[in-house]
Nanobody
Framework: QVQPVESGGGSVQTGGSLRLSCAAS????????MGWYRQPPGKQRELVAR???????NYADSVQGRFTISRDNAKNTVYLQMNSLKPEDTAVYYC????????????WGQGTQVTVSS
């Protein structure tokens, strides 16, 4: 499968903002849902936010109210707007798609690093 292209990561101070982008293939974008995941240093990967083909969204409790996931169906791109960033948001961020029947569309790639300093 063609890997998505994740971008937009960087280093910011507490309270700052970043917008991540994930450009996916058309077939990947047609999956039931797209999601952003993150893996903090020394911890397991976790779901941050997901958005279905119909636009329904879900968020981890830790980012609710600060992060917004959206999708541009014309560009096969999903975004994650991250505001009021905290040091605990520091992680490698990945995007992936949920496939029918469970599982993920692609193997986890390199992701994009987000570092929030206090």
């Amino acid at each position: 499968q063609v890997q998505p292209v994740e971008s937009g990561g960087g280093s910011v101070q507490t309270g700052g903002s970043l917008r991540l982008s994930c450009a996916a293939s058309e077939s990947m974008f047609s999956m039931p849902a797209m999601g952003w995941y993150r893996q903090p240093p020394g911890k397991q990967r976790e779901l941050v936010a997901r958005i279905t083909r119909g636009g329904r969204t879900n968020y981890a409790d830790s980012v609710q109210g600060r992060f917004t996931i959206s999708r541009d169906n014309a560009k096969n791109t999903v975004y994650l707007q991250m505001n009021s960033l905290k040091p605990e948001d520091t992680a490698v961020y990945y995007c992936n798609a949920e496939v029918y029947g469970g599982g993920f569309y692609v193997r986890w790639g390199q992701g994009t690093q987000v570092t929030v300093s206090s």
